[in-house]
C-alpha cells in the first residue's frame, strides 16, 4: 500500500540549506520526516487524500529557525502581562519609565512587586542627552512610594530599583557589594538604585522566588512567541544552581524540571537544547568542580526534544558596563577584568583556565560567557589546552557573545573545530551607544562575523533574549546591512555577509552547535519536518525589507505549531 504524505508543499521557494545551498520548489513531509524535495513531479506521487498541499505561491520555505542562545523562561518573564515593557520604544525617556510604573502601581494591591524589563540608556532622552545622567531611584519614587520597584535593563547585567525596594532588600551607604559586583552611588555615598552585575544577587536573594506556575507560564508565553516567529529550536544558555539568584530564579534549576512536564504533557512546541550552569558570576574554579560534580549528567527523555548539551561558565561582563576584559583602555579608561576569584588577572586567569579544563575533562560541551577580547583569547587558548591535555574528538566548545573576538582567538577556534555563537540583534541595537565606551573603530567591529567566517570559525545566531526580542528576521538583515537601530548608520561595513551565510548561522550551524546537524538544519529528505514560511521571495527581497515579512507557516517535528496560511 502506497505511504502517502501529510504535507506537500509546491510552488514557492524552497531553501534547503544544504552543502550547495540548492533552491528547490516543492517538499513533502510523512511521519514528520522530510520525504522529498524537488520540483512538483517530485512529490506528485506522495499526494494522498489526506495529504495537506500548500501553494506557496512564491514564498519562501526555509528550515526552522534554531535560535541558538535563547533564555526562554526569563524572556516570558520579561514581557507583558508578566512585566512592564520598557524597551525601546514602548519607552523614550525616564519620564517615560516613571509613568509605565505609575500605571503598574494603579493596577496592583499594595505593597506589591513591580517588575520591569528593557530598559537601554542608549534609547532614554535624559541619558542620551547627557552621558552622565543615569537612572535612579529619585526617577522612581514619587511614582512609587510605597511599592517596591524592580526594573531590569535590557542586558540582564544592570538592575534599577526605588527607595522601597533597597529599604526592603536592606542596601545602604554600609552595604558591600559582592565580588564581581558594583552598587552605584552618589557623591554622598549613597546608593542611587543602580546595581551591575554580581550585585543584582542582593536583589535577586531578597524578591519571592518564581512559583512554578510563573515559570510554566512563561514558558508557555515563549514558546508561544518562538512558533509565531518560525523558531523551531532554541538553547537556554545556562540553567542550574548557578542560575538561582538571576532574574527570580528564572535560571535556576526548577526551570528545567519545568521544561520536562511541558515536555511530557505534550506542551513542549519547540526543540530545548540546555547549558547547566552550575555556579555564577564570580566564583572560584573549586566551587564550579565540587558543583558540576554534583550536578552530574542528567538523562535525556527524549534528546531530540530536550537535550542536556553542556555547561556554561562566565568569563567576563559586558561592555557598557565596562566588565568586559579588554586589551587596551575603554574611554575614560580601565580594562575590565574577568569576573571569576581571584585578586589579580594572573590569578583569575588561572580560575578560568581551572574551569574549563575539569568541565572539558569530565566530558562537557562548552558554552562561555565571553565578549572582551582580552578575555576572548584567554577562553580560546583556555580551551585549546584542555584539548591538548585530555584530546577528545569533536567536542564543539564555543564563544558566547565573542563581541570582540580576535585574529588570534579566531584562528584558535578554527584549528580545534571550535564555534562562536553571536549576536546580530544586540549589533543592531548597541552600536551606536559603544561609541563612548571603546571609541568608532572597536564599536564598528564588534562582532566581527565577516572575519570569524572567513577564518573558518562555525558561527551560530543567537538573540539573547530577552536581551533582545528573538526577531532572527532583523538578525538576518543586520548581518547582512550593519545597520543600528538607533541612527540607521551602518557600523562596520567589511564585516558584512550574505544571505546565505546569515540564514545558515541560524540554522545547519546551529543545529552543529547542538551536535544536531545531522538530523536538522536543513531541508533534505531523512531530516526532521522543523519548518518556517515567510511570505515573500527571501532570496531577492531588499535587506532593509526582510524583517516585516511575515511569517505564515511554522512546523515542528511535522506538526503545525502556527499557521495563517490560506490554502
Same mark, same amino acid.
Given at each position: 500500500?502506497?505511504?502517502?504524505?501529510?504535507?506537500?508543499?509546491?510552488?514557492?521557494?524552497?531553501?534547503?540549506?544544504?552543502?550547495?545551498?540548492?533552491? #528547490?520548489?516543492?517538499?513533502?513531509?510523512?511521519?514528520?520526516?522530510?520525504?522529498?524535495?524537488?520540483?512538483?513531479?517530485?512529490?506528485?506521487?506522495?499526494?494522498?487524500?489526506?495529504?495537506?498541499?500548500?501553494?506557496?505561491?512564491?514564498?519562501?520555505?526555509?528550515?526552522?529557525?534554531?535560535?541558538?542562545?535563547?533564555?526562554?523562561?526569563?524572556?516570558?518573564?520579561?514581557?507583558?502581562?508578566?512585566?512592564?515593557?520598557?524597551?525601546?520604544?514602548?519607552?523614550?525617556?525616564?519620564?517615560?519609565?516613571?509613568?509605565?510604573?505609575?500605571?503598574?502601581?494603579?493596577?496592583?494591591?499594595?505593597?506589591?512587586?513591580?517588575?520591569?524589563?528593557?530598559?537601554?540608556?542608549?534609547?532614554?532622552?535624559?541619558?542620551?542627552?547627557?552621558?552622565?545622567?543615569?537612572?535612579?531611584?529619585?526617577?522612581?519614587?514619587?511614582?512609587?512610594?510605597?511599592?517596591?520597584?524592580?526594573?531590569?535593563?535590557?542586558?540582564?547585567?544592570?538592575?534599577?530599583?526605588?527607595?522601597?525596594?533597597?529599604?526592603?532588600?536592606?542596601?545602604?551607604?554600609?552595604?558591600?557589594?559582592?565580588?564581581?559586583?558594583?552598587?552605584?552611588?552618589?557623591? &554622598?555615598?549613597?546608593?542611587?538604585?543602580?546595581?551591575?552585575?554580581?550585585?543584582?544577587?542582593?536583589?535577586?536573594?531578597?524578591?519571592?522566588?518564581?512559583?512554578?506556575?510563573?515559570?510554566?507560564?512563561?514558558?508557555?508565553?515563549?514558546?508561544?512567541?518562538?512558533?509565531?516567529?518560525?523558531?523551531?529550536?532554541?538553547?537556554?544558555?545556562?540553567?542550574?544552581?548557578?542560575?538561582?539568584?538571576?532574574?527570580?530564579?528564572?535560571?535556576?534549576?526548577?526551570?528545567?524540571?519545568?521544561?520536562?512536564?511541558?515536555?511530557? &504533557?505534550?506542551?513542549?512546541?519547540?526543540?530545548?537544547?540546555?547549558?547547566?550552569?552550575?555556579?555564577?558570576?564570580?566564583?572560584?574554579?573549586?566551587?564550579?568542580?565540587?558543583?558540576?560534580?554534583?550536578?552530574?549528567?542528567?538523562?535525556?527523555?527524549?534528546?531530540?526534544?530536550?537535550?542536556?548539551?553542556?555547561?556554561?561558565?562566565?568569563?567576563?561582563?559586558?561592555?557598557?558596563?565596562?566588565?568586559?576584559?579588554?586589551?587596551?583602555?575603554?574611554?575614560?579608561?580601565?580594562?575590565?577584568?574577568?569576573?571569576?576569584?581571584?585578586?589579580?588577572?594572573?590569578?583569575?586567569?588561572?580560575?578560568?583556565?581551572?574551569?574549563?579544563?575539569?568541565?572539558?575533562?569530565?566530558?562537557?560541551?562548552?558554552?562561555?560567557?565571553?565578549?572582551?577580547?582580552?578575555?576572548?583569547?584567554?577562553?580560546?587558548?583556555?580551551?585549546? #589546552?584542555?584539548?591538548?591535555?585530555?584530546?577528545?574528538?569533536?567536542?564543539?566548545?564555543?564563544?558566547?557573545?565573542?563581541?570582540?573576538?580576535?585574529?588570534?582567538?579566531?584562528?584558535?577556534?578554527?584549528?580545534?573545530?571550535?564555534?562562536?555563537?553571536?549576536?546580530?540583534?544586540?549589533?543592531?541595537?548597541?552600536?551606536?551607544?559603544?561609541?563612548?565606551?571603546?571609541?568608532?573603530?572597536?564599536?564598528?567591529?564588534?562582532?566581527?562575523?565577516?572575519?570569524?567566517?572567513?577564518?573558518?570559525?562555525?558561527?551560530?545566531?543567537?538573540?539573547?533574549?530577552?536581551?533582545?526580542?528573538?526577531?532572527?528576521?532583523?538578525?538576518?538583515?543586520?548581518?547582512?546591512?550593519?545597520?543600528?537601530?538607533?541612527?540607521?548608520?551602518?557600523?562596520?561595513?567589511?564585516?558584512?555577509?550574505?544571505?546565505?551565510?546569515?540564514?545558515?548561522?541560524?540554522?545547519?550551524?546551529?543545529?552543529?552547535?547542538?551536535?544536531?546537524?545531522?538530523?536538522?538544519?536543513?531541508?533534505?529528505?531523512?531530516?526532521?519536518?522543523?519548518?518556517?514560511?515567510?511570505?515573500?521571495?527571501?532570496?531577492?527581497? &531588499?535587506?532593509? &525589507?526582510?524583517?516585516?515579512?511575515?511569517?505564515?507557516?511554522?512546523?515542528?517535528?511535522?506538526?503545525?505549531?502556527?499557521?495563517?496560511?490560506?490554502?
Amino acid at each position: 500500500m502506497a505511504t502517502y504524505a501529510d504535507l506537500v508543499f509546491l510552488g514557492g521557494r524552497v531553501v534547503t540549506v544544504d552543502a550547495e545551498f540548492s533552491v #528547490a520548489s516543492a517538499l513533502a513531509v510523512t511521519g514528520g520526516i522530510i520525504s522529498a524535495v524537488g520540483g512538483r513531479d517530485d512529490v506528485a506521487p506522495l499526494v494522498g487524500p489526506g495529504t495537506r498541499v500548500v501553494d506557496l505561491q512564491g514564498a519562501t520555505l526555509l528550515p526552522g529557525i534554531n535560535d541558538s542562545h535563547l533564555h526562554g523562561c526569563a524572556f516570558g518573564m520579561s514581557t507583558p502581562p508578566l512585566s512592564v515593557d520598557l524597551s525601546h520604544p514602548a519607552v523614550s525617556s525616564l519620564a517615560d519609565v516613571a509613568e509605565a510604573v505609575r500605571e503598574a502601581v494603579g493596577r496592583v494591591p499594595g505593597g506589591q512587586w513591580i517588575t520591569g524589563h528593557g530598559w537601554d540608556t542608549g534609547y532614554l532622552d535624559e541619558c542620551v542627552s547627557d552621558p552622565s545622567r543615569l537612572p535612579s531611584r529619585r526617577d522612581l519614587d514619587a511614582v512609587s512610594p510605597d511599592h517596591p520597584v524592580v526594573l531590569y535593563s535590557f542586558s540582564g547585567h544592570a538592575t534599577w530599583v526605588n527607595s522601597k525596594a533597597l529599604e526592603l532588600i536592606g542596601i545602604d551607604r554600609h552595604t558591600v557589594a559582592p565580588p564581581g559586583g558594583a552598587i552605584v552611588v552618589d557623591e &554622598d555615598g549613597e546608593p542611587t538604585g543602580l546595581l551591575h552585575e554580581g550585585a543584582q544577587a542582593l536583589i535577586q536573594n531578597a524578591l519571592p522566588p518564581l512559583s512554578r506556575q510563573e515559570r510554566t507560564d512563561a514558558i508557555r508565553s515563549n514558546l508561544a512567541t518562538l512558533a509565531r516567529l518560525g523558531i523551531t529550536s532554541y538553547t537556554e544558555p545556562g540553567l542550574g544552581p548557578g542560575g538561582d539568584g538571576i532574574m527570580r530564579g528564572a535560571l535556576g534549576a526548577e526551570t528545567l524540571d519545568v521544561y520536562r512536564r511541558l515536555l511530557a &504533557d505534550g506542551e513542549l512546541t519547540a526543540r530545548l537544547g540546555v547549558l547547566l550552569l552550575p555556579t555564577g558570576m564570580a566564583s572560584t574554579a573549586e566551587e564550579f568542580a565540587r558543583t558540576l560534580t554534583a550536578l552530574g549528567k542528567p538523562g535525556d527523555a527524549d534528546p531530540r526534544r530536550l537535550a542536556i548539551l553542556g555547561v556554561k561558565i562566565f568569563a567576563d561582563g559586558i561592555v557598557p558596563n565596562k566588565t568586559s576584559w579588554m586589551h587596551e583602555p575603554y574611554v575614560g579608561g580601565g580594562c575590565g577584568s574577568l569576573c571569576v576569584g581571584g585578586e589579580t588577572d594572573a590569578e583569575r586567569t588561572a580560575e578560568i583556565d581551572a574551569m574549563i579544563r575539569h568541565a572539558h575533562a569530565a566530558g562537557h560541551q562548552l558554552g562561555v560567557h565571553v565578549t572582551g577580547d582580552r578575555a576572548c583569547d584567554t577562553v580560546a587558548d583556555a580551551f585549546a #589546552a584542555a584539548m591538548a591535555e585530555h584530546p577528545r574528538p569533536d567536542a564543539r566548545h564555543y564563544v558566547i557573545h565573542g563581541d570582540f573576538l580576535t585574529a588570534h582567538s579566531m584562528k584558535v577556534l578554527a584549528e580545534h573545530g571550535f564555534g562562536v555563537n553571536m549576536n546580530p540583534t544586540i549589533k543592531w541595537t548597541v552600536a551606536d551607544m559603544e561609541e563612548e565606551f571603546v571609541g568608532a573603530e572597536r564599536a564598528a567591529y564588534a562582532w566581527p562575523y565577516r572575519d570569524a567566517i572567513d577564518a573558518g570559525v562555525r558561527v551560530a545566531s543567537g538573540s539573547d533574549a530577552p536581551v533582545t526580542s528573538p526577531d532572527w528576521r532583523q538578525g538576518v538583515a543586520t548581518m547582512m546591512l550593519r545597520e543600528s537601530k538607533a541612527a540607521g548608520r551602518v557600523s562596520g561595513p567589511e564585516q558584512c555577509i550574505g544571505l546565505a551565510e546569515a540564514i545558515r548561522t541560524y540554522t545547519i550551524d546551529a543545529a552543529w552547535q547542538d551536535f544536531a546537524d545531522d538530523w536538522k538544519g536543513s531541508l533534505e529528505p531523512g531530516k526532521v519536518a522543523d519548518l518556517c514560511v515567510l511570505d515573500g521571495d527571501l532570496l531577492t527581497a &531588499d535587506p532593509h &525589507d526582510i524583517p516585516e515579512m511575515p511569517v505564515v507557516l511554522t512546523v515542528v517535528d511535522g506538526q503545525v505549531v502556527h499557521d495563517t496560511l490560506r490554502d
